[in-house]
């Protein structure tokens, strides 16, 4: 069974002897940021994941138990991330909406989307 070991290298991530090799890109960002490698401790696991790394993938690494605890945990995470790419991908079609108009219809004046609330169904309509 792979494990996370004390300290993270370079090395470790791309000629791993217990698990697949982390992404090339992954490990040019990590090298650039820890050049000699990281000790593992909260405080680099929370700056591997603001600097861009995919520190999910080391979730393949930690013992069943724990693993466990962490994916149970994931599945609300997950659902709150899914909640708001809706609403964003919802908000970019109207947003793509009003610049194919713009290119089509050059003249048209730009309206600007609101929401309309009726019988339990949101809608999304564009008004002058």
Same mark, same amino acid.
């Given at each position: *069974?792979?494990?996370?070991?004390?300290?993270?290298? #370079?090395?470790?991530?791309?000629?791993?002897?217990?698990?697949?090799?982390?992404?090339?890109?992954? /490990?040019?960002?990590?090298?650039?940021?820890?050049?000699?490698?990281?000790?593992?401790?909260?405080?680099?696991?929370?700056?591997?994941? #603001?600097?861009?790394?995919?520190?999910?993938?080391?979730? #393949?690494?930690?013992?069943?138990?724990?693993?466990? #605890? /962490?994916?149970? +945990?994931?599945?609300?995470?997950?659902?709150?991330?899914?909640? +708001?790419?809706?609403?964003?991908?919802?908000?970019? +079609?109207?947003?793509?909406?009003?610049? *194919?108009?713009?290119?089509?219809?050059?003249?048209?004046?730009?309206?600007?989307?609101?929401? +309309? *609330?009726?019988?339990?169904?949101?809608?999304?309509?564009?008004?002058?």
């Amino acid at each position: *069974m792979p494990k996370l070991p004390d300290r993270i290298t #370079r090395e470790w991530l791309e000629h791993p002897s217990e698990h697949e090799p982390a992404c090339k890109d992954q /490990v040019e960002l990590f090298a650039a940021h820890w050049p000699d490698g990281v000790n593992l401790t909260p405080e680099s696991l929370r700056e591997a994941a #603001r600097i861009g790394l995919d520190v999910i993938w080391l979730t #393949r690494l930690l013992p069943p138990h724990q693993a466990l #605890r /962490v994916q149970s +945990q994931d599945k609300a995470l997950w659902a709150s991330v899914g909640a +708001q790419v809706k609403a964003l991908w919802a908000s970019f +079609q109207i947003q793509e909406a009003e610049i *194919m108009i713009k290119a089509l219809w050059p003249d048209e004046e730009r309206h600007e989307p609101t929401t +309309q *609330m009726g019988a339990g169904t949101d809608t999304t309509s564009l008004s002058p």
